[in-house]
């Protein structure tokens, strides 16, 4: 059974500060890794997606990485900013599945 | 806006009554989730629809539990005589389910029971 850990289950920051999150997961045998964010009573927003044949994916000042064979990700966030301040949840499928697992999330906080 | 559409947003109800929500996908997408989020929790897969067929199910779908999708469109989930123990958040996520495709969420409804 696929199990996805993040650490840490919460995080804060000033403004301004470069930080990293961590995922792992048990079952290497994923298909893609995707990474959401979350801000209180809303849904999920994806922000990176990457696929199991990439090393890792980029979009503004989000960058996501992915490695396979010891099964973790990160997602680095470059120059924090109070309204990046949000729960972030990555998720797996795996190969040939249909349906995501998810971690329980790291919850940032970044102070301005 | 065209992204995943869930309502209601919210909803209260005693123990016992019975509850409908609904979701509306992206239009385009052919394959419709749906999943359930306690506090401090990640979401946890409840079913899943291609088209119209209901495809898997999570043993976390008790038999109270019913999800349809007919036509293909939009989907309910109904849950019957709820318990305090079904107060969480319902979300519902779309997508193209081709390989990789990446799953679209709804803002959820967020249900109490009390």
């Known amino acids: 059974k696929q199990e996805v850990t993040q650490i840490p289950a919460a995080l804060s920051v000033p403004e301004g500060e470069n930080l990293v999150l961590n995922c792992s997961f048990t079952d290497s045998a994923i298909y893609n890794l995707q990474w959401f964010r979350q801000d209180p009573g809303k849904g999920l927003t994806s922000l990176l997606l990457i696929q199991s044949s990439q090393r890792e994916q980029t979009s503004g000042r989000l960058n996501a990485s992915l490695d396979k064979s010891s099964g973790r990700s990160t997602l680095y966030i470059a120059a924090s900013q109070p309204g990046d301040s949000a729960t972030y949840l990555c998720?797996?499928?795996?190969?040939?599945?249909?349906?995501?697992?998810f971690g329980a999330g790291t919850i940032l906080r970044v102070k301005s | 806006d065209t992204g995943v559409s869930q309502n209601p947003r919210h909803k209260i109800t005693k123990r016992g009554q019975n509850v409908t929500f609904r979701c509306d996908p992206i239009?385009?997408?052919?394959?419709l989730y749906w999943y359930r989020q306690t506090l401090g929790q990640g979401p946890e897969f409840l079913t899943y629809?291609?088209?119209?067929?209901?495809?898997?199910k999570s043993r976390l779908l008790s038999d109270r539990f019913s999800a349809e999708r007919p036509k293909g469109s939009f989907s309910t989930l109904e849950i019957q005589r709820t318990e305090q123990g079904d107060s969480a958040m319902y979300l519902c996520a779309s997508s193209m389910g081709r390989g990789g495709s990446p799953l679209h969420f709804g803002n959820g409804t967020r249900l109490t029971v009390t």
């Open positions: 998720a797996v499928i795996r190969e040939y599945g249909n349906k995501l697992v």
């Open positions: 629809f291609q088209n119209e067929a209901q495809l898997e």
């Open positions: 239009s385009e997408h052919n394959r």
